[in-house]
């Protein structure tokens, strides 16, 4: 599998909207890889997870294949994650498509759901542009030809949060923003996994921090986390654990300062763009 990190930032970017710390200041100033969108990712060209309001921008910049992707796996309702409005720019006067091009079908849990059926609903989009799928959890289910299972994470409930295993029948891989530490039922699922995973992707969005903010891991958070998943067998040695998701308010969060420090701790760090193969 092929994973592109599309946006790596929480909900206010970096730079952060509005704000004038030194951590967006010298973000602004260095550009590149310190520029930081709103989460999103994509799996081999064609499986979209999250749809932020920078999905557009991520589609000019990165030249995947929007309008005829099939599916969006959606972590939890939060705008920075879902972007329910975006979604009428799929309807017919807005975008012509094939008469045989299939609905983007978004799978995600109740609040998700919800979401996306009221800007149907307010719009009068029908089903073959746009389809909200609820997800089971805990239970696997097939999405053009991956089989994934959503995991319940630790977040605003009100949002419906999970976290996400994919495979391709060779490698799966963990995606996880959003959460702290994981309710015990989905750790007991990890626990029981068949063999390793290949990447976990890691939520740090309070990087260097010693924040103990339950819905959310800081760097030591993620060091923690990472020597359970190994000592209970849901990863080994040749697992890549990859950070993502970041905050401009944690201490060293920005990039060139993080790397090192999260290299040391054996993390790779994610940066808008980056391409992992899995």
Known sequence: MKLQYLGTAAAEGVPALFCTCDNCRRSREAGGRHIRTRSQAIIDDRLLIDFPADTYMHYLTYHFPLPTIKDCLVTHAHSDHLYPAEIHMREKWFASLPADTPPLTFHGDVAVCDAINRIKAEVGMQDDRVVAR???????????????????????????????????????????????????????????????????????????????????????????????????????????FVLNHFSHDGEGVVYDDFVPVAAAKGFQVAYDGMVIAV
């Open 134 to 240: 609820q997800i089971p959890l805990f239970t696997p289910f097939e999405v053009d030809g991956y089989t994934v299972t959503a995991l319940r994470a630790t977040h605003d409930p009100q949002s419906s949060p999970v976290v996400y295993l994919i495979s391709n029948g060779d490698k799966t891989l963990f995606y996880s923003n959003d959460t702290g530490e994981y309710p015990a039922e989905s750790m007991a699922y990890l626990e029981n996994l068949p063999r390793p995973l290949d990447l976990i992707s890691l939520d740090c969005t309070s990087a260097c921090s010693h924040s103990t903010y339950p819905n959310h891991f800081s760097l030591e958070r993620c060091e923690t986390v990472r020597q359970q998943l190994l000592d209970c067998g849901a990863a080994d040695a040749h697992t890549q």
